[in-house]
């Protein structure tokens, strides 16, 4: 039975770009950097790894990484703050979590997210 996933690599054009746009985040540094072909970041207890590939290289969508931050809200304002611009703003979804979606420079769907507090007599 798998028991979760270790990391998501993501491909990019431009790491220094990237490896700027990640930190915004506030993902750990592990290993690589802007300079480097391959970088990995910390993800709570998971990873997130940029790999650099060349500008005549083409992805197509792949689908959406989700990301847990318990801060979601300072997060999107902290973004803004940067100059970044999120795809949506922060809201409740009839799923059970507050979340927000951002196009990385490359591309690549993410989705900030949250669980939100559970209704009395709601389980």
């Given at each position: 039975?798998?028991?979760?996933?270790?990391?998501?690599?993501?491909?990019v054009?431009?790491?220094?770009r990237?490896?700027?746009?990640?930190?915004?985040?506030?993902?750990?540094?592990?290993?690589?950097?802007?300079?480097?072909?391959?970088?990995?970041?910390?993800?709570?207890?998971?990873?997130?790894?940029?790999?650099?590939?060349?500008?005549?290289?083409?992805?197509?969508?792949?689908?959406?990484?989700?990301?847990?931050?318990?801060?979601?809200?300072?997060?999107?304002?902290?973004?803004?703050?940067?100059?970044?611009?999120?795809?949506?703003?922060p809201?409740?979804?009839?799923?059970?979590?507050?979340?927000?979606?951002?196009?990385?420079?490359?591309?690549?769907?993410?989705?900030?997210?949250?669980p939100?507090p559970?209704?009395?007599?709601?389980t």
């Amino acid at each position: 039975m798998v028991e979760g996933i270790s990391a998501i690599t993501l491909a990019v054009h431009d790491m220094a770009r990237a490896v700027r746009f990640y930190r915004l985040f506030g993902f750990e540094l592990l290993y690589g950097g802007e300079a480097a072909a391959f970088t990995s970041f910390r993800a709570g207890s998971f990873y997130l790894n940029l790999t650099a590939q060349p500008a005549e290289r083409r992805w197509s969508w792949w689908g959406r990484a989700i990301f847990y931050d318990p801060e979601l809200d300072a997060l999107h304002a902290r973004l803004l703050a940067a100059g970044v611009r999120p795809d949506t703003a922060p809201r409740d979804a009839e799923w059970g979590e507050r979340f927000f979606h951002i196009t990385d420079p490359d591309g690549h769907e993410l989705s900030f997210a949250w669980p939100l507090p559970k209704a009395a007599g709601r389980t």
